[in-house]
């Protein structure tokens, strides 16, 4: 699943590049949802608890101008895609300092603009979307694992910690946490650094000998004996991503 923050303080201009966006890939039979934000400030609330694989940036905006908010998503996310537009060809040299894949100016031109959403698809190189389907008492849950910021197990349940600060608690499981997290550690992306813990890496803002800190402000904690394994797989993961 592409997740795509469009961000800009003109109504109308949001609204625009939503349609082309929502085009583009409808077209191209993607599978994404599309999150719209008329304030920097909005889209920085959202990224501390929410991943985004694209960010189409407006770059004169009030307060702080998308370039700051480029840098900012730097800090914490070097892979993911950002796109400026803007009327104003003076940042253009700015903005590179944030990698971006593309400066478009206003007013935008659609085709320009989604041969470049299609070269940053093709950059991101998605894999297929992994779903797990979790029994609960009100019925059965599909999850995506790019939504999974962690679980938690406790009393023969599982908790389920996603994005957009939602939770899933399952029903009573049979087996053990062991065998009920084998689908899930099949995918690189999770760890399990404590045996009541499994963890999305994706999320991850840093760590200590102690926890892992996500960008949500969420910590897991990682058994003492554990740390130097757990530790190298997170290192390797990273490492992998970064040549990806």
Sequence with gaps: ?????????????????????????????????????????????????QRYHLYILDIVMPMINGVEVGRTIRQYDQFAVILYTTSEPTFALQSFSTNPINYLLKPIDRQQFQSTLSLSVAKLNLPEESICTVKTHEGLQVIR????????????????TLTEERKVVSKAMQGTFTQYLAYFLQDKRFIRPH???????????????????????????????????????YMDYLSTKRKG
Excluded: W
């Excluded at 910021?149 to 389920?160: A, G, I, K």
């Design 1 to 49: 699943m592409l997740e795509i923050a469009i961000c800009d303080d003109e109504p109308s201009q949001l609204a625009l590049i939503h349609s082309y966006t929502t085009q583009f890939v409808q077209e191209q039979s993607i599978q994404a949802t599309i999150h719209q934000f008329l304030h920097p400030d909005d889209l920085l609330r959202s990224c501390e608890k």
């Design 145 to 160: 694992f790019s939504e999974i910021l962690y679980c938690e197990y406790s009393s023969h349940t599982v908790l389920f």
């Design 195 to 233: 045996a009541s813990f499994l963890l999305n890496m994706d999320y991850i803002e840093r760590f200590t000998k102690t926890h892992f800190i996500l960008r949500s402000g969420h910590s897991v904690p990682i058994v003492t004996k554990k740390y130097g394994a757990v530790r190298d797989q």
